[in-house]
């Protein structure tokens, strides 16, 4: 069983993800392993179906037991069940590349355990700056990983790129790092020319491509200076202050919460949000989606980092 630690938490298991940082001695948060998954659990009145986000099913009980499955665009189904610490992965994947459902067991069933420790789990990446660190969020597609890679040309170490947990302490926020690695689409990697092609690993046939970022990471937890939530402008590129009610959807659109809502509290999801709000400087970041301006974007999000 190999330990690895990703997002301020601990994972021991037997399935080998070289994407992420190895450790040795440690307290385990949770476990991944392999074993049998019944297509039913507890019978068909105590299960309820929590919720649909891209073909992903998620099911759970009185007892709060998930039960989570996935039809990818590939022959394999997905199954896992979730049993206080553990994570069972059903036993029929044994043969599959596991990195084919690392979004769900490094990400959506991450957070679940994240909620637990007291962490807010975001679907976003950043970069780390003279101590501290910048947050970039936004909706899929938005361009957040294509930023992130462009700002480390540029000299910045990432802190992750996938998933990362936010907590508060003494009215102040603070981010654990994610995986070193950027999950990119095919059509990006025509833009990212420098990057070496050796660092390649295929995540998915027509789907995204992950590169290693482990020799540009920042493994160390920053507080957070400034979350940058991407839009998209007509023309001009500009940042613009927004309210703080805005800025709580903003947090809550991009946290990994939606998919397993029903499966945490509701109100300590609500009070996080409302702490990250409170404590950290949230701004808009417009620019045109035009690979011509893309230096421009890059540039201007560059030099307000420097001055902020």
Partial sequence: MNKYKVAGLVIETEIDFP??????????DYIIKYGNVPDILGGNSSLIVSGRNNDIEYYYNNNQVLYIREIFHSPYLFKCLIDNNEIIVHNDLKGVNIKYYRRLLLGSILSIFSFKKNLYPIHGGGISYKGESFIILGKSGAGKSTL????????????GDDILNIYIEDKKSYVHPGIPAAFLKKNTIDILKKLDSEKIILRKPKWKTTFSTIDNFDNNIRQIRKIYYLLESDE??????????KKKTMISNTGYSSMVYRGIDSKKHDRMVTDIV?????????????MDRLDDSVDFILNDIKNT
């Avoid at 001009?236 to 009610?245: A, E, G, L, V, Y």
């Avoid at 970041?285 to 035009?290: I, S, T, V």
């Fill in 19 to 28: 994407e992420l940082i190895e450790i040795e001695h440690s307290t385990v």
């Fill in 148 to 159: 992130n890679m462009l700002l480390q040309e540029r000299g910045f170490k990432t802190i």
């Fill in 236 to 245: 001009d590129i500009f940042m613009s202050n927004i309210d703080i009610s």
């Fill in 278 to 290: 409170n404590s950290t400087e949230i701004v808009e970041f417009k620019r045109p989606f035009d």
